[in-house]
């Protein structure tokens, strides 16, 4: 079920990229940080960066390696998550869920929540100036 209102900045989130993307696109389902806040005229869109467990050969500027305290549910247990800031991409809420983690003894589902810190947001924005090739820009963060 996707999400309905904008979410806030450094909040955590599953996307589905499946379909409408192609390789080397993102194309399957993965979580993402939210690092755009809500912008007026852009109803329903949402900017993220996705994470992956799988740390990059070679790790380059547009890469950070973040720990989520909670970590994720055991699906995407890793000593690390890498942010993929050169695949910074605007998507509808419609992609965008919570992540579940069960339910809870009524049937109710569970989910994950967890929002990053200022200074966490700020280097993944650093990196995604980096994958933008702005790195420049940095000292403005």
Excluded at 71 to 100: E, H, N, Q, T, Y
Excluded at 120 to 141: E, F, P, Q
């Amino acid at each position: 079920m996707a999400i309905r209102e904008h979410p806030d900045t450094g909040t955590v989130l599953m996307c589905d990229f499946g379909g409408g993307f192609r390789v080397p696109e993102m194309v399957k389902r993965r979580p993402v940080i939210v690092i755009s806040p809500r912008i007026r005229g852009r109803p329903g869109l949402c900017t993220i960066v996705p994470l992956s467990t799988t740390a990059p050969t070679p790790a380059m500027d547009y890469h950070c390696r973040i720990d989520l305290d909670p970590p994720l549910p055991d699906r995407w247990v890793s000593l690390g998550l890498w942010v993929k800031a050169d695949m910074i991409c605007s998507v509808s809420l419609d992609r965008l869920d919570f992540i579940r983690t069960g339910k809870h003894e009524d049937g109710r589902r569970k989910y994950y929540f967890h929002k990053l810190s200022r200074q966490t947001i700020s280097g993944i924005r650093g990196c995604v100036l980096a994958g933008l090739g702005l790195s420049h820009l940095t000292k403005h963060l």
